[in-house]
């Protein structure tokens, strides 16, 4: 078979990613997997949202939750919160998540990153959600920030924050039928290998 022609060779049948293909390497025939040229070739990437309402403790960080998958290719969401990259690159960690504030004094809150469970230096950013206008109107923000973060194959980051009071929320809203407007999530994440 190693002599025939690629035109006379059977198609394959459904492929897994583990199957063996030849490379030439430093001038040397080696072997890898599927696998292992598509993560190499195709740059990861994943986002995710809430549509739920999320409250985080005013004592310590509270990790930001995601329950939809938008779209993904090798990036893996575990746990609700902990985004796992397979392989070691540069990544662009990008979000954006509202706040509601019921309080008829503003409040702050602060966002960080953690990478494996430890807290990710110079990461953090402090946001004032503005006061109540009235008991029907709420206080409301966007934050959104980005990161890039040399990761390694297997590590995960997580977005953590810390409301200043607890009547400080991340608020997902449901679609308005009229006037038309789509759902807005608590919040969104995207992650893609550059």
């Known amino acids: 078979m190693a002599d025939t022609k690629i035109s006379a060779m059977p198609a394959a049948a459904t492929l897994t990613g583990a199957e063996l293909v030849p490379l030439v390497q430093s001038g040397v025939n080696v072997q890898t997997t599927i696998n292992n040229v598509k993560s190499f070739v195709q740059k990861a990437y994943g986002a995710w949202h809430s549509d739920v309402t999320q409250t985080g403790s005013i004592t310590a960080g509270t990790a930001m939750t995601y329950n939809v998958q938008d779209v993904t290719d090798s990036i893996t969401l575990v746990g609700g919160s902990k985004i796992t990259v397979p392989i070691a690159g540069v990544y662009n960690l990008q979000f954006s998540s509202q706040f509601k504030n019921i309080d008829n ?37 966007i934050a959104t920030w980005n990161y890039y973060l040399q990761l390694n194959a297997g590590d995960y980051v997580e977005l953590f924050w810390l ?14 039928v009229s006037p038309a407007i789509p759902s807005i999530p608590s919040v969104i994440v995207t992650i893609a290998q550059v």
Request: net charge positive; proline share 6%.
């Open 163 to 176: 409301p200043a009071s607890t009547s400080v929320t991340m608020e997902a809203l449901p679609a308005v």
């Open 105 to 141: 004094a503003q409040n702050d809150a602060t966002i960080w990153v953690k990478v494996n469970g430890t807290t990710l230096s110079a990461s953090g950013g402090q946001l004032t959600i503005p006061a109540r206008k009235s008991a029907g109107i709420f206080g409301y923000m």
